[in-house]
């Protein structure tokens, strides 16, 4: 990786969007299935909601991935 690219301020930035991005979304994400919990007091169902909030992530991930490379990335 060039390390030219890391010093650049904009690449710096986008890359801590992202970062902060995926921090929330997997915080709301299990803070999602905590309520669950306190709502229902059930084990099974807060490990069931946890488990398919991650499933779409986990199925979809390698396919859109494929897809962004078969496909020509300014008509997507």
Same mark, same amino acid.
């Given at each position: 990786?060039?390390?030219?690219? $890391?010093?650049?301020? @904009? *690449? +710096?930035?986008?890359? %801590? =969007?992202?970062?902060?991005? %995926?921090? =929330? ?5 299990f803070? %999602? ?8 007091? &059930?084990?099974? $169902?807060?490990? &069931?909601? %946890?488990? $398919? &909030?991650?499933?779409?992530? $986990?199925?979809? +991930?390698?396919?859109?991935?494929? *897809? =962004?490379d078969? *496909? @020509?990335?300014?008509?997507?």
């Amino acid at each position: 990786m060039n390390l030219k690219l $890391i010093k650049r301020k @904009d *690449f +710096s930035l986008l890359i %801590l =969007g992202k970062l902060v991005s %995926l921090l =929330g979304s997997n915080m709301q994400q299990f803070a %999602l299935s905590l309520y669950v919990l306190a709502l229902t007091g &059930s084990a099974t $169902i807060f490990a &069931s909601m %946890l488990s $398919i &909030s991650i499933l779409p992530r $986990i199925i979809l +991930s390698p396919i859109a991935g494929v *897809f =962004g490379d078969w *496909f @020509d990335r300014k008509k997507l």
